[in-house]
């Protein structure tokens, strides 16, 4: 069965940092594009970033260039995402998901989601 768990999420202040990991089971995450997406209350879901298969790419929104770094680690199954300085406005749930694709950010070309790790910037 097709899962993919994120973790990592919490409370942070503004400037500071989390890291989400995203790990795949029935399935091996190095074969496949994997975004992260995220979304806030009352807003639509948006592309953050992405990794292809054999890391040969790496996209980032606009919004998260330079703060966010996304990994992957093929021994443990797993992406990571590093979020570094951090604002109130990256306050969302956080969603990893699968590709069979290149590199999007558009949520439609992703078929296999988890269930999301709330992230919240506040003082």
Request: net charge neutral; proline share 2%; charged share 20%.
């Amino acid at each position: 069965q097709v899962q993919l768990v994120e973790s990592g999420g919490g409370l942070v202040q503004p400037g500071g940092s989390l890291r989400l990991s995203c790990t795949a089971s029935g399935f091996s995450l190095e074969h496949h594009t994997i975004g992260w997406f995220r979304q806030a209350p009352g807003k639509e879901r948006e592309g953050v970033s992405c990794i292809t298969s054999s890391d040969r790419y790496t996209y980032y929104a606009d919004f998260v260039k330079g703060r966010f770094t996304i990994s992957r680690d093929n021994y443990k199954n797993t992406v990571y995402l590093q979020m570094n300085s951090l604002k109130p406005e990256d306050t969302a749930v956080y969603y990893c998901a699968r590709s069979w694709g290149g590199s999007s950010l558009f949520w439609e070309d992703y078929d296999s989601w988890g269930q999301g790790t709330q992230v919240t910037v506040s003082s």
